[in-house]
T-cell receptor, first 109, second 113 residues
């Protein structure tokens, strides 16, 4: 079983809709959770971090963490074509840092 | 301040040659990571440095790969006797010691002919 699992997609949503990206992880001792956005041909860019159960909002982005169920999600409200990218979930506990393989999101104008 | 920088941005080499890839982390970031990303794939962890501690080399795929970090700052990833399967983008990231948020450099695209 992989440490971090994501649906590879592709996920397509119309412009203005809510995009929902999900990630599950296997290590119950994981402490920190991150979402990165990666445009084609570019390096990953940190967009959200979350450390405790519940929701964390930053602009159009909301990260949700449920440690009991071992999942973390990212909601993108009012999706824009510029949000089209691959979204990587990352989980860490101590020195180990695990990335999922990413979910490809396409926002259709 | 400046972000993570990597050089060269692109490297084309012949099979069997050695290559060195350089990473200059964000000033003050004591943690430094190397990853490899093949086309359309996720990030593959290679090695992790934290301050003066012994590096975590558990992700290095073979003994042809090595890395060092001088003075707790700049790091060099060396690949000896390159193979075609080494072709990938090599990404470096750094983070502050108490915060695990990693910031990535632009990467080095390595092509082994």
């Amino acid at each position: 079983q992989k440490e971090v699992e994501q649906n590879s997609g592709p996920l397509s949503v119309p412009e203005g809709a809510i995009a929902s990206l999900n990630c599950t992880y296997s290590d119950r001792g994981s402490q920190s959770f991150f979402w990165y956005r990666q445009y084609s041909g570019k390096s990953p860019e940190l967009i959200m971090s979350i450390y405790s159960n519940g929701d964390k909002e930053d602009g159009r982005f909301t990260a949700q963490l449920n440690k009991a169920s071992q999942y973390v999600s990212l909601l993108i409200r009012d999706s824009q074509p510029s949000d089209s990218a691959t979204y990587l979930c990352a989980v860490t506990g101590g020195n180990q840092f695990y990335f999922g393989t990413g979910t490809s999101l396409t926002v259709i104008p | 301040g400046a972000g993570v920088s990597q050089s060269p941005s692109n490297k084309v080499t012949e099979k069997g040659k050695d290559v060195e890839l350089r990473c200059d982390p964000i000033s003050g970031h004591t943690a430094l990571y190397w990853y490899r990303q093949s086309l359309g794939q996720g990030l593959e962890f290679l090695i992790y440095f934290q301050g003066n501690s012994a590096p975590d080399k558990s992700g290095l795929p073979s003994d042809r790969f090595s890395a060092e970090r001088t003075g707790g700052s700049v790091s060099t990833l060396t690949i000896q006797r390159t193979q075609q399967e080494d072709s990938a983008v090599y990404l470096c990231a750094s983070s502050q010691p108490s915060v695990n948020e990693q910031f990535f450099g632009p990467g080095t695209r390595l092509t082994v002919l």
